[in-house]
């Protein structure tokens, strides 16, 4: 199975800050990786897929890239609505398999 | 308008059966791939299904054996019949169309005695 690791599992960020979140595949997986968000209490929502495009409606300041096993999502200017937790997911491969999470809290 | 609504969670007891449905509307669920995942309460998302429009299912180790998907393509509709039920399965399953482009609201099921 390949194994997706998360990194930070947890951050405290302002409004306004950059943030960064990265996706380590345990072997390549091309780009067949998505990220979701689910803010608490509320469905998940696919942000990106195949690792770089952006899901049609959602905001222009979240962008994905990466290839292989290294992915990254980034937030270019936090916004109070985008506190959540963040997944990726890996559809390269059966099982497919979704990070532990990246929760962003408010500092 | 892509909607998803899932229904069929229960409180079961452990050994039990259950089938879920999901209904869709505003596309075919003949024409995409269909998957669900679920969420233990307090966890993170688990994938646990996908079905090929060719009829091709693939499961997660955790269910293989007990869940089975499937599609009725004259109802728009997506199954998952479960079986075996362990208290380990309790958890929100949701639907979600191809790499979980569109998600519906989730149904809770609780296996418990």
């Known amino acids: 199975d390949i194994q997706m690791t998360q990194s930070p599992s947890a951050m405290s960020a302002s409004v306004g800050d950059r943030v960064t979140i990265t996706c380590r595949a345990s072997?390549?997986?091309?780009?067949?990786l998505a990220w979701i968000q689910q803010k608490p209490g509320k469905v998940p929502k696919r942000l990106i897929y195949?690792?770089?495009t952006l899901q049609s409606g959602v905001p222009s300041r979240f962008s994905g890239s990466g290839s292989g096993t290294e992915f990254t999502l980034t937030i270019s200017s936090l916004q109070p609505e985008d506190f959540a937790t963040y997944y990726c997911?890996?559809?390269?491969?059966?099982?497919?398999?979704f990070g532990q999470g990246t929760k962003v809290e408010i500092k | 308008e892509v909607q998803l609504v899932e229904s069929g969670g229960d409180l079961i007891q452990p050994g039990g059966s259950l089938r879920l449905s999901c209904a869709a509307s505003?596309?075919?669920?003949?024409?995409?791939?269909m998957t669900w995942v679920r969420q233990a309460p307090g966890k993170g998302l688990e994938w646990v299904s996908v079905?090929?429009?060719?009829?091709?299912?693939h499961y997660a180790d955790s269910v293989k054996g007990r869940f089975t998907i499937s599609r009725d393509n004259s109802k728009n509709t997506l199954y998952l019949q479960m079986n075996s039920l362990r208290v380990d399965d309790t958890a929100v399953y949701y639907c979600?169309?191809?790499?979980?482009?569109?998600w519906g609201q989730g149904t809770l099921v609780t296996v418990s005695s």
């Open positions: 505003g596309f075919s669920v003949s024409s995409d791939y």
């Open positions: 997911l890996q559809h390269y491969s059966y099982p497919w398999t």
């Open positions: 195949t690792a770089s």
């Open positions: 979600a169309s191809g790499s979980v482009g569109d």
């Open positions: 079905t090929y429009s060719d009829e091709n299912t």
């Open positions: 072997q390549g997986i091309s780009k067949y």
